[in-house]
């Protein structure tokens, strides 16, 4: 399962390379852009999530 996954990201990748090759870099520039500004603006609750996850990995390996 897990080698599917990541043969269907590496075939995505692949696909979406290929794509944004086409792209006006300026097109790219801004998308780019979109990415990093919506990031920042979920950064609380990814902080959040990571913490988390992290508690659970602990308590699972404390138990």
Sequence with gaps: MIETNLI???????????KL?????RIID???KN???SILDRSTEIM???QAD???AH???FR
């Design 8 to 18: 269907q990201i590496s075939e995505a990748s692949k696909t979406a390379s290929r």
């Design 54 to 56: 992290i508690k659970a």
């Design 59 to 61: 308590d699972l390996n």
């Design 30 to 32: 801004v998308l780019l």
């Design 35 to 37: 990415v990093a500004d």
């Design 48 to 50: 959040e999530a990571n």
């Design 21 to 25: 090759a086409t792209v006006d870099a």
